[in-house]
Antibody, heavy 118, light 110 residues
Framework: EVQLVESGGGLVQPGGSLRLSCAASGFIFTNYWMTWVRQAPGKGLEWVAAIRQDGNERYYVDSVRGRFTISRDNAKNSLYLQTNSLRAEDTAVYYC???????????WGQGTMVTVSS | QSALTQPASVSGSPGQSITISCAGTSSDVGGYKYVSWYQQHPGKAPKLMIFDVTTRPSGVSNRFSGSQSGNTASLTISGLQAEDEGDYYCSSYTSSRTLLFGGGTKLSVL
């Protein structure tokens, strides 16, 4: 079964950090661009970051550049998002997703909730 | 960068056709053939319905079709069914090497 399973979300204080993980199974992970997309409560989708199959190209939305880092471990079929200096506006469900090209993503996880609050 | 512009809501009756627009600029929608559409049901992850403006992934009904004219892309759903109700988002690659989503459109099947 093709699957992405996120973990690592939770409640964190402003200025804090979290490391989100995404475990892939059922497909050839190294064939896929991977991305993180978030959705604030009651709001629309917002793209956060993407990483190429070999990990040598990474892209970020302006609002997280310098605070978030996307990475992957192809040996472990895993994707990560290190989130630092978290703000209230980073509160959202974070989805990992994968695609083989065209900046379109056809495999999605169920999401992990990040809540930034004091 | 501002989100792509979609209508907040559209509605239709079963069997009818509806079209959702997605307006961008020459730096995103109009500049690349990398427009996608996603369907999202409440509490669920998005599902890819269209990519590369017009291409349906395997398993997606041929009732869903995509098109583009200039800086505006469109998703058309024909033969509306109750299960089509949900939120729809367009996305486009941009000249800044980022991905931009639309604000989302809530489809109601009356």
């Amino acid at each position: 079964e093709v699957q992405l399973v996120e973990s690592g979300g939770g409640l964190v204080q402003p200025g804090g950090s979290l490391r989100l993980s995404c475990a892939a199974s059922g497909f050839i992970f190294t064939n896929y661009w991977m991305t993180w997309v978030r959705q604030a409560p009651g709001k629309g989708l917002e793209w956060v970051a993407a990483i190429r199959q070999d990990g040598n190209e990474r892209y970020y939305v302006d609002s997280v550049r310098g605070r978030f880092t996307i990475s992957r471990d192809n040996a472990k079929n895993s994707l990560y998002l290190q989130t630092n200096s978290l703000r209230a506006e980073d509160t959202a469900v974070y989805y990992c997703a994968g695609g083989t090209g065209s900046w379109a993503f056809d495999i999605w996880g169920q999401g992990t909730m990040v809540t930034v609050s004091s | 960068q501002s989100a792509l512009t979609q209508p907040a809501s559209v509605s239709g009756s079963p069997g009818q056709s509806i079209t959702i627009s997605c307006a961008g600029t020459s730096s995103d929608v109009g500049g690349y053939k990398y427009v996608s559409w996603y369907q999202q049901h409440p509490g669920k992850a998005p599902k890819l319905m269209i990519f590369d403006v017009t291409t349906r992934p395997s398993g997606v009904s041929n009732r869903f079709s995509g098109s583009q004219s200039g800086n505006t892309a469109s998703l058309t759903i024909s033969g509306l069914q109750a299960e089509d109700e949900g939120d729809y988002y367009c996305s486009s690659y941009t000249s800044s090497r980022t991905l931009l989503f639309g604000g989302g459109t809530k489809l109601s099947v009356l």
